[in-house]
């Protein structure tokens, strides 16, 4: 297990993250964490581990591509002071692209997406313990989908990004695509974006083991 | 044209002809005939062809699958005595097979799909000047996609069920196929089924289309 | 059909064009165009021109008069950047004087009207491909009413800032007119101001046929 | 005046009278009588002719037509003791032959409600002190409206009824004429139907000076 | 009849005076009048004196005593350039005595009451046409009543204070108590301030007697 | 103490009593109490005399009178099985006389309010260990009031009852009267019936130490 | 891995396991299982098993006991035909004779539990592959507390049974009991029975763990 | 009685003290005290001295620490000039040490709070007649449970203040102890904090006993 007793875990995202959490900060009492993977990540992290006691701080605003984040970054996860950062960014980057397609100022590009979420991850290593990069993913299985293979381009980002910075490092799209070898995605997203609990725990379940929960 | 005056139009169907219509009976005052494509094709026809006086009923019912509809066909479309009578079912039949893959009985597999169909169409034909029926969709332009490919059959019956019985046949799927030839499927509905206004009129029009409107 | 590849069209106006638009601007993604004839413009102008890709905005503030449009006009408008704008404003310039006779100051006499519209268009023109402008209506087809008979001067004014200028211009009092020959405007609107479904197809089918719509 | 003490003055109709009474009988604490005519009626007599307790009744159901008033008038009137009766109705039927051209059951013609009035009449008379007999309207001013001439023919066999059976007759089209005199109909009502506190009043004071009110 | 043609009659008070009616100004559409006297005074005004036009606004505010009427006084009247001006106050600076006898700081003494209400109608009076000071009420008939003995100094005042300076005065604690001599006080108001229907024609026709209204 | 170790008191009446009780039965869990006397009176005696485990239960209903009272007196008093019964009834069988006075069947004349309540008194005296009767009130302390005069002849009335059985009696009247010494009858309700908490502890007191309260 | 393809696996008990299900049965699309521990069962077996395609249904109500649960048994679990049946029932029995003392009848003894709770496992285990027994808790570690004293009775009770009939054991209360060795019970529940994220998947780990889960 | 004619009392605290009352300061008309110990010590002393005229006034902040009161003691305390104070504080300072274990920056150590209590009451009993402090408390009768250890430190620390500044003392704790010996603490609290009316009917009591309050 690589957390250790008492560290901060912040995570950062757009509304796969959010999921109705608490403002200003997404701490506390009162299912503060909102529904998504972030309470599934804490909720089974302090039942399978109570004598960690690991702070879970979830930061996701619905609706955010990488330059909401980079807007945000300061206030948003470097003043919490975290020991550990996990980012889900790029969803929306590319979403808009294809359900907005007639306005250009609502896409992020895959050049200015990569260099901005390097930026974060260069600003911010010196300052945690550790990061966990995910992929931005979309519940589509056939790849030739136009806009399943841009998300993968943008996955593949991140991935680059994570090996160049020697970041933890998640395929979420990967853990889906294995999913759905089982049931169709409309069984997990009928948007194919926002996950039940069932994808939720899939996510939260990756971050773990990534950590190295076995219990 | 092929509608003449103050015939009454009934189309019925599952939540993509619902769409927030009014109860018991969808016609009349107060938007009562919701904000989907029943109420597209009726705008257009009374603003371009006010002097036929076209009554349009809309007696959709969100969740229905074809079984909910024979169970009432009579009261909610023979007693009503309608002209004429389109219908657009099949999606929740074919739906609930992937997004509830473990409840069997919401299922509504081809063959039941396609005799119920039949035997409603059957029933209906001496009491009206026409019928209408629309292929169910999935607006996932990937043909391997295996809901896809299911609602295709379904979609196949429901042209051998036209072509059987001689009623007018609208293959929805195709309108929307072609439209993403032009657009990502994500630029009229997330979740690939309840279409944005675009795909309502895309509807409306391919209805209207093969009734002969030509203003 | 003037309109070409990815440019933009801003509607402005009053109620009639809001209709529950979202803000600050009426366009994109959750219905933002509002219920009303932008809405089914851009839905008749997808389903049918996807190719265009033209984007709709919908700028229309309920309430509006000309004073109104000129306060917001260099936000609302200009800063914009649209292709085209089209107008529909002063029905509430002239039903103030009927609906509120002792109100003085929310009243828009004939003059200032029209100064204050044609001075919106000259400022606008150098910058846009073309503006529409429809004349202001009142679905009362007694001419000798008080308000329909000072609307037909609003509306004269419409006409004549049109051809001084050289703008596209959409007579919507006459397409009502024509209209009520076939029904009582009762079927389109109580009020004789807000249309339902069918005096919005309307006006919008107006728009597109002026601008070469053939499909 | 013709009210003697401790009567009770049943008023009955549509929405005009309903305006949002108390249900199952509008009479008594918390503004049970609504917020049209019927409140301002008993507001006025009470306040300048307290010595006579005169009893209101508000029994009007929106949406009515004669039809509907028929199927309730002994549930509704006769087991409620009236010594006064009035009544006004006749709009929605005369309206849903205009704003619902295409739904002809909704419509009652003339003869209809002519006979079903003059039955409700000569089956009160013989159980009341009196009855007030108003015509139904439509503010509008212009004659030549097809629906205001057909109002008009409705208001004159209310008028026939009255005289043929000696009841009070409270013209109420002619009042709101002689009141656009003044001003236009969108002074009272936009739907030129459903008035404001200026057409309530108006009505008020019709049946109060019909009946002898002078304070 | 007093008024002329086209005058501004401006109401302030407290709750009996604001009653729900519209900010910031309580004039125009949308039953921006409330439900309190001044909407039965200008519905009666209109409905009898169409020719007049005379132009009714509310400026109550509930809970105000005098000094809230002082501070807002140049916004809420003379800003707004009244041709008359109705001030029903003192209510609330008596009631707190009686309701609130351990918070002194919300009571009004009668010195404080007396002078500020000069202070505004001697600021006034130069600016209108003419002024009605109407007397604070509490519809307590038995005189002995503490809280009705106190309220009888401050409509002793008012009297006072429209002798000399030559106001319009309208008794309304004398109009109720005449009310109460036929009726119990708890027929118009529970709380024995706040009427229903009953008291605000009461003084609607009051005010409107005192101005010449004889129709 | 008069109560025992786990005796049930139940209390029945109207909307003084019920103020917002539970349904079906106001015992138990979620403030099933409601907010008045009966909640401050069960508070006390549970603070205070923890060890006698008085099971407390609020049947009042808002707007009853005595005859209301007879109507479920079976259901709602005799089937509950309670040690000790509390009525306080009378308040609407009197305000009705005096706010609704032309509906006569709403009033409950003294001869039958008595006879009815002696008959529940009757009734229930040989299942109970003990009841209290409390007088019905009027927070008016001028007893030339008309309906203070008249709710006295109901108090009287119910004292009798009391004598003539052998009941505890309450005088809440007295008790206001005696209120009334120190403080305005504004000061505990505006409506002068429905108590703020002042009201309802000063009536909780009175019972309690009718029982023999004295810790 | 005790649970094979497609079985069904009905989860039943109080508010608990209710946790705002879908009625009438809580099965399917819009998270109809609640946000209780059979959500998260639920999540955590499709995540990491999707192959086996088990069916979760959850019969939770709130506030129920034993005795409700024999009530509905025939109808909410044998009418379902589940293949594994949950049960975590008893902290209402134990519950209101401690926070409702003097409400006997809303007490259920340990002897009517333990005899209730055999029958309805006697009557299920013929058709069913498995049933899991859950032990009642509450989350107050210590064990001389009255409340905690008595549950451990009734969970003592359920273990006998399960022993009796060899079904599947959990003792939640055990799991509970380890976990407040490392944090507060108020870190988990204010109220120590209805449990937050954390103590849901901690009951939907035992569970899992106990029928074979190791992924 | 320690209480003279016309003190102002004022209260503050947490959530316990709070219990919705009103802001900015919770004193007068319309349950402005909300419904927890204030309302009951005010409803108490009113129907009890209401010679005394007594001025209560809460100024409980929900989640309130000791930190939140010194940082608005000025102008919530000794702006308001109140003659007596009391304080409840504490219990958010040891709960959320319980409760959200891993969040520190929410915990208050004893030695802070004892300190900032101490500076709070010598700052402020120079400027009033006397003050009562209160011990926090947790209902939990375990003495051995954590949180209930640490509650004791800090109502000991409030004890020493106590006795220190020669203040009135109360202590919460024990009554509530005493009271369990009665009946379990959920019959108080399910939280175990936040007081049903007995619960704050005993902390009134206590308050007023201390006060002299003898009737």
């Known amino acids: 297990m690589l957390l250790t007793k008492g560290q901060k875990f912040l995570m950062i995202g757009d509304s796969v993250t959010d999921f109705d959490r608490a403002r200003p900060v997404g701490e506390g009492l009162f299912n503060a964490l909102g529904t998504g993977y972030p309470m599934f990540f804490n909720a089974s992290l302090q039942a399978a581990y109570p004598e960690l006691m690991i702070r879970t701080v979830n930061m996701g605003v619905s609706g955010n591509n990488v330059r909401d984040l980079k807007a945000r970054w300061q206030s948003d996860v470097l003043d919490l002071k975290p020991d550990w950062v996990s980012v889900l960014i790029g969803i929306n980057d590319v979403w808009r692209q294809f359900d907005s397609p007639t306005m250009p100022e609502t896409h992020v590009p895959l050049a200015e997406y990569k260099e901005t979420l390097s930026g974060l991850v260069a600003q911010t290593l010196p300052h945690v313990t550790g990061m966990v990069l995910m992929t931005p993913y979309y519940m589509e299985p056939q790849r030739e989908d136009p806009m399943r293979r841009r998300m993968d381009q943008y996955g593949a ?59």
């Open 157 to 215: 980002a991140v991935k680059e990004i994570s090996e160049q910075y020697g970041t933890l490092f998640l395929d979420v799209q990967a853990m889906f695509d294995h999913l759905f070898t089982y049931m169709h995605s409309a069984n997990v997203a009928w948007d194919r974006v926002h996950p039940n609990a069932i994808g939720h725990m899939l996510i939260a379940r990756g971050l773990l083991k990534l950590l190295g929960f076995d219990r």
